[in-house]
């Protein structure tokens, strides 16, 4: 059983107070979003309270659990989905989550992939939906989300990848392909 | 030397009044985009020309070049990149084309891909921009291409993707790959 008292104080001192909050949002809204589906809520409030538990550390955290990468300079420190990925190793080796399932809501929860879990839709959804967030459309997203999950996940990877469009910046493969999937199977290839 | 007279009539017939006149249009815009830049401007009229040869008849080429598909069921007829895939064998086997280059452009301009030779950018973009062309943003890409190519082709890329967005509709690989290609050329990956 996760005691998440033993690990506010480290999750504060790493993200700030700011992030903090909104992790707590993104628990409340993945466990909103999971009414009456089937889905396990202990992971859910473990998954939305660590998803983000790599932000604004990553040079320490690369630096302790993959030291290769920072001395090879294969990685691009900069890129923003660096603590999704990071943030796995982090909620294994530093907050001992062994769950596969849980640490691949975390891995996956910028970019999202190809045939998500419940699990990763309902974390990848309450990032960008919980309360805190008022960009220009997420009511509506909140709406279809609370429709019908798949739906709500569409449409975020929809607005997801024009944002990334306006911005000139590149769409990472695995959300161009979480995209695909889901049209795929909403609508058929073509 | 590519007689076009030679091949005139099989096109037409194939492919129909309204998109011969287009793949003429197309020759146009190519030639155009071509001015002042290091083509090989031969090349540039037989891919602009055959283009879409495949076009409207994706059955009678794949039963003739490679019924294997069609026997198998492993191809999607109603792809809208088929054609463009079918028009470079079509082309080479067909119209006797066997310039690599040439094929490439033709088997690429609808996807786009990464990396692309100046010929391809430039067949790609004669196909969206051709002066028959009307749809909502037609001038102002043209205004991008002709001020930069690359700047054209990408916008030309995001033109496409948001477009298929709104549609629901399947993006291919190779489409944002080509896109992500020119943004890391163009601002780096982050």
Redesign the interface.
């Known amino acids: 059983m996760f005691d998440r008292s033993l690990y506010e104080k480290t999750l504060l001192d790493d993200i700030g107070e700011k992030r903090f909050n909104h992790s707590l949002r993104v628990v409340d809204k993945a466990l909103s979003l999971s009414k009456g589906k089937d889905v396990d809520l202990e992971k859910v409030k473990i998954a939305g309270f660590l998803h983000d538990c790599a932000k604004y550390n990553e040079k320490k955290y690369l630096t302790l659990l993959r030291p290769e990468f920072i001395e090879n300079s294969t990685i691009?420190m900069?890129?923003?989905i660096l603590h999704a990925f990071l943030g796995a190793e982090v909620a294994e080796k530093v907050y001992n989550i062994k769950d596969r399932e849980i640490l691949d809501a975390i891995r996956y929860h910028t970019t999202g992939r190809e045939n998500m879990s419940l699990l990763e839709k309902i974390i990848f959804l309450a990032d960008g939906l919980e309360e805190g967030r008022s960009y220009p459309g997420v009511k509506k997203l909140r709406e279809i989300a609370y429709d019908d999950l798949d739906c709500g996940l569409?449409s975020m990877l929809?607005h997801n990848?024009?944002f990334l469009?306006e911005k000139?910046?590149?769409?990472e493969?695995l959300t161009?392909?979480a995209?695909?999937y889901l049209?795929?199977e909403?609508?058929g290839?073509?």
Chains 1, 2 share one sequence.
């Open positions: 691009d900069k890129s923003p569409l929809d990848i024009k469009l000139n910046a590149y769409i493969d161009f392909k995209r695909n049209i795929k909403k609508y290839k073509s």
